[in-house]
């Protein structure tokens, strides 16, 4: 089974604190993914990575930077946490496409991230 | 990417069949509809997939309009582990794509 996991599941920090969420897949997957979750407004996809180094901004970018220096590992950095940015944030990898067109994202159990 | 609509909720009785609906009408040739769903405290979970034809796995059906632009999940039998929040989505095959995931439906499967 796939698995992915993330380092923590509930996080409490406090504003202005420079905060690391890590996620890890064991399944060779290219591509990782950072949502959050916030009641009302969905999962919003806040950067993915296809590739070891490479990355993409999705919808909610600002205040949030990633880095992927290894294949298996996607880590979400907030350079200054701040009350707004209290949510569920979730990781998920997938394969790259072309291996077929099911394209199933997996998902870890997600980080309930308090910023006080 | 085609942009998705779904009722907020839906309430389904134990054992009847839950048919969740989506519209999708500018959806274009390329685009694949997928369904995930979330119960609680988890991440999302893939349910099936289709592009043109109706598609049935163990968990569920999918049934897609001829004109593609609306499409119904159909869980047969609905169970109280149902309850959970659906997703349609509507995705391009392509390098580095993503899925945008919306608010969903929340399904209640009622005892």
């Known amino acids: 089974d796939v698995k992915v996991t993330q380092s923590s599941r509930y996080l409490v920090k406090r504003t202005g604190e420079k905060v690391f969420l890590e996620c890890v897949q064991d399944m060779d997957h290219e591509n990782m993914f950072w949502y959050r979750q916030d009641p009302g407004l969905g999962l919003r996809l806040i950067y993915f990575?296809?590739?070891?180094?490479?990355?993409e901004k999705g919808d909610i970018p600002e205040g949030y930077s990633v880095s992927r220096e290894k294949k298996e590992r996607f880590s979400l950095i907030l350079e200054s946490a701040s009350t707004n940015q209290t949510s569920m944030y979730l990781c998920?990898?997938?394969?790259?496409?072309?291996?077929?067109?099911?394209?199933?994202?997996?998902f870890g159990p997600g980080t309930r991230l308090t910023v006080t | 990417d085609a942009k998705t609509t779904q009722p907020p909720s839906m309430d389904c009785a134990e054992g009847r069949a839950a048919n969740l609906p989506c519209n999708h009408s500018?959806?274009?040739?390329?685009?694949?509809v997928y369904w995930y769903r979330q119960i609680h405290s988890q991440g999302p979970q893939y349910i099936i997939h289709g592009l043109k034809n109706n598609e049935t796995n163990e968990m569920a059906s999918l049934i897609i309009t001829e004109d593609r632009k609306s499409s119904t999940l159909i869980l047969p039998h609905a169970t109280l582990r149902d309850t959970a929040v659906y997703y349609c989505?509507?995705?391009?095959?392509?390098?580095?794509?993503?899925?945008?995931f919306g608010t969903g439906t929340s399904l209640t499967v009622i005892p």
């Open positions: 998920a990898s997938s394969l790259e496409v072309g291996t077929g067109e099911k394209y199933e994202q997996y």
């Open positions: 990575s296809y590739d070891v180094k490479m990355k």
């Open positions: 989505i509507v995705r391009v095959l392509r390098t580095g794509n993503q899925f945008y």
């Open positions: 500018t959806i274009s040739g390329n685009e694949y």
